[in-house]
């Protein structure tokens, strides 16, 4: 049996089983309106993870995006609701925060050549102080209805969010496997030295690669600002650990090289059905912390075993 | 010098010693008396440090006897000979900067208060008399990260002689020292052989040997070769030793007519490392380059391959090279780089052989930023049975390769990449010789196509047999530029060694 196959097959099994289980448990689970209500909560996990992965494969890590999703929930909710600006220019305010401090976390790295975890470490305090500032510690509230829409919305009858995540996932995909700056990721993942002397501008795809998981952070902080109809200077945190163990759940190597979108949206998607199934099965939630806690631990136990049958 | 064999410190008597099918020692005969200074000297893999290492009881010989101050002896650990009282004095890199003189000296035995607590008081003490016996001016509360070079090699050799050291092995201790320091750290040595202690002394530059040592014994493909007492001897002699065989017909060179001149080196200076080098190679010509660690071989083809800055002039077909751009630029005037450690800068173990094969000709394969599978796939099977690489599939990771069928997807990648000077440092470490002769093959494809090959090798024979010419550096500066008719191995290794042509 091919070992990578099983090693992609493994987070899918999974996520079936545990499927099956919820299923028999709750007649409320497979229903369409708890997928719908998965999706819409779930989706800072898959998009913000759809990002880390890319991050994560090329070598780095990003602690910040849990405060980047507040701080561009705040911006955008703050110059739509206190300065009026239109839903679009409030959206694109609010991505291109997300973007400028994934560049600033770029620049920290592969200019100042301060560690990624250090330097997202030190831009996650960055971004929780200035939303807190913007927000002057409180929410912001009564985004317009326009905005909310991108939570609320049912266009073809499916969430808005569902759709914003296949999008992202599609296009993310497409950029690390069709593209030259996929295959750049990858290379300078697994070597780096190698990758500076097959003439990859290392530093520059680096820099992209940040602006992408940025960028993403902020889209998932626009779709968190809509669901709760205001912005919170205070959301997301924490959620840099839930987004590296879907992705290190999916499949992907911390040490960088190794890792794929599926991969994570099975990762996200395993841990969404743990905490929603548990739920709706009454499961204590301090519970679930304890079943995620062997649930990344198992994942990466396993990982370790098929490299050493190799 | 035989008859004193009674008062000898170490003698070792027919030592064997085999790694698999490969005979690293056949049967030496090895002695060190109380002081006296025994300078070793070989060509990489003339067996060395497998000597060294069955001194220091890190191998066990297959066969022959070891006597210790006229007693038999078996040196089954490490620690058996450091009981003995036989150190050895490793280069810095042993040594933790962020500790202090005095803590790194006592490394590992240390004096203690208590069980697990250390007596920092005796720490410093055991180090202020050490250095005071041995009149070392040094200070036990620097850290070891502020001494310059030659004062961590006392360091260490202060190490090496806490205990009752008797017999001190000295491997390249030299290679990161300066003239001064040298001088220096010969001082100490000298100091130490007047105390009684034996040395053996590894180098391979030969001015040093010749002035530190008393007695050489050099060592050739696993066999002690030639003794001498430094007196009586000199440099051309210990040369011809060290290289004494023929050179085989394991070379395959095809010698083309070279093309026009391809690239042109002048007066490139990359401080302190290479120092006002000129030099010319013409289209499918192989340019061998002969140098000791330090003299700056690596160097001279990182500076051409722009990961390093430096000035001067350098051109490939008449067009100005900019220099220290990075890799991208060079690649865009034809440069493809193999690198020495190919699992350190080569490849990107984890990813597969197709990847790697066209990492550096994606821009060539496609202009655009969008991959082709198809066309990715097709170019990397075809360099695949080009390079004869031994692969289940291009899928396969290239770290689950062989040694020699990785070096085949280093070298395949600037293939892919239609590089038209192709530098190669060491391109055959580490490689089997099935390998080897494949990969020879390929350089004399590349130039047959018009390619022009810079080569560094540390293995003579190899340089000898696939250049067409070759150029010698000696710290930093061009100190030769033969044809392939007037270069001897002597000559080289007499020019790598000394700077100055044989006499």
Sequence with gaps: MNLTLAKRLLPAASLLLLTIFFAVKSPTFLTVEN???????????????????????????????????????IAAAQVMVQRGWPVWAGCLCGVGVGAAIGLLNGLIVTRLRVPAFIATLGTLLIARGLALRIAKGVTIDGTPDGFNLLASGRPFGLPAPLITIVLVAVLVAFLLNQTKFGRYVYAIGSNPEAARVSGIRTGQVTLLVYVLGGALAGLAGLIETARLGSGNPTGGSGYELDVVTAVVVGGASLQGGEGRVSGTILG??????????????????????????????????????????? | MSDSAGNALLTMQGIVRSFGAVQALRGVN????????????????????????????????????IEWQGANVTLDTPATAQRLGIRMVYQELNLASHLTVAANICLGDEPERFPGIIDHRAVRQRAIDLLAKHRFDLDPDALVGSLGPAQRQIVEIC???????????????????GEREIEELFGTLRDLRGR???LVYVSHRLPECFAIGDRIVVLRDGEKVYESDIARTDTATVVRRMVGRELAAFYPRDRSEPGPVRLSVEHLTAPPTLNDVTFSARAGEVVGIFGLMGSGRSTLLSTLFGLRSGTGTVRTDGAPLPLGKGAPVAIRHGFGFITEDRKRTGLALGRSVRENLTLAALNRLFPGPFLHHGRDRTEAAAMVERMAVKTASTETP?????????????????F????????????????????????YQRINEATADGATVLMVSSELPELLGMSDRLIVLHQGRLVADLDRAEATPERLLHFAMTGTDIV
Aim: charged share 15%.
């Design chain 1, 35 to 73: 997928a719908f209500t998965l999706a819409n909560q779930y989706a800072y996990l898959l998009i913000i993870g759809i990002g880390a992965t890319v991050v994560i494969v090329a070598g780095g890590i990003d602690l910040s995006v849990g405060s980047v999703l507040a701080l561009s929930g």
């Design chain 1, 268 to 310: 996200a998607l395993l841990i969404a059905v743990l905490h929603n199934g548990s739920n709706l099965l009454g499961v204590d939630p301090f519970d679930q912390n304890i079943y995620i806690g062997i649930l990344i631990i198992g994942a990466v136990a396993f990982d370790q075993f098929l490299r050493r049958m190799r």
């Design chain 2, 30 to 65: 090895f002695e060190v008396r109380p002081g006296e200074i025994v300078v070793l000297l070989g060509e990489n893999g003339a067996g060395k440090s497998t000597l060294l290492k069955t001194i220091t009881g890190v191998h066990q010989p297959d066969a022959g006897r």
């Design chain 2, 159 to 177: 190490k090496a002689l806490a205990g009752n050291a008797k017999l001190l092995l000295l491997d390249e201790p030299t290679s990161s020292l």
């Design chain 2, 196 to 198: 009684g202690l034996g």
């Design chain 2, 398 to 414: 290239v770290g689950t390769l062989s040694g020699g069928n990785q070096q085949k997807v280093v070298m395949g990648r600037w």
């Design chain 2, 416 to 439: 892919a990449a239609k590089a038209s000077v192709l530098l190669l440092d060491e391109p055959t470490r580490g490689v089997d010789v099935g390998s080897k002769v494949e990969i």
